[in-house]
């Protein structure tokens, strides 16, 4: 069945941690791909995309993704993080040659201890 | 730029009830999509409107209907409230409905059905 899965509900990470989330997807064909974070009391907020080219995407807040066809993922990874990255991180599809309908994962839930 | 803004913030009604809920796209676009976020999942695909009309529909019940109108703001309204209509709505736009570009998300509606 057609998915986008994010296998870690709850992460916990120490302040200055490098940080990597997963996310797998299960589509024929290789969609868009997204990264959204959704701070408390806020809407979504694009981190980064992937549409082709480069697998390697920069994001904005120092926030990096890789994409790798063979193991249909697209994990989000930062070197060092920072307390106010706590929030919840969302990977979202749109199908090629489709119009802009989401589909997201359930979530990971970033934790950072001091 | 004002971005995408939703009213009311929080709302709450009983069940059997009908409910509508308001958004003002980002300026510069024109297509608006809804999403339902129940807590601790990630939003799901209400529908979506374009010049109007509605383009997209996820798989929600025909008690979920919405408008657009010609400024591209638009309404999404929920008959005959159940108990598991408790959650966050959120509104997002774009320039226009290619699934390429990006969507901007409002902070969302946070509805409770008692």
């Known amino acids: 069945a057609q998915s986008v899965t994010q296998p870690d509900i709850h992460i916990t990470v120490s302040e200055g941690a490098s940080l990597e989330l997963r996310c797998n997807y299960s589509?024929?064909?290789?969609?868009?791909l997204f990264w959204y974070v959704q701070s408390p009391g806020q809407g979504l907020q694009l981190l980064l995309k992937?549409?082709?080219?480069?697998?390697l995407v920069q994001g904005i807040k120092g926030f990096e993704a890789e994409f790798k066809r063979s193991q249909s993922s697209f994990n989000l990874r930062k070197p060092s993080v920072h307390w106010s990255d706590a929030a919840e991180y969302f990977c979202?599809?749109?199908?090629?040659?489709?119009?802009?309908?989401?589909?997201f994962g359930a979530g990971t839930r970033l934790a950072v201890h001091p | 730029d004002a971005g995408v803004t939703q009213s009311p913030t929080h709302l709450i009604k009983t069940r059997g009830q009908q409910v509508t809920l308001r958004c003002s796209p980002k300026s510069g676009h024109d297509t608006v999509s809804w999403y339902q976020q129940a807590l601790g999942q990630g939003p799901q695909f209400i529908f979506q409107y374009y010049e109007e009309e509605e383009r997209q529909r996820g798989n929600f019940p025909d008690r979920f209907s919405g408008h657009q109108f010609p400024n591209y703001s638009s309404e999404l309204n929920v008959n005959a409230l159940l108990l598991g209509d408790s959650a966050l709505y959120l509104c997002a736009s774009s320039r226009t409905r290619e699934a390429y570009n990006e969507q901007f998300f409002g902070p969302g509606t946070r509805l409770t059905v008692l």
């Open positions: 979202a599809v749109a199908l090629r040659g489709g119009y802009n309908k989401l589909i």
């Open positions: 992937y549409f082709s080219g480069d697998t």
């Open positions: 589509y024929g064909a290789t969609p868009y």
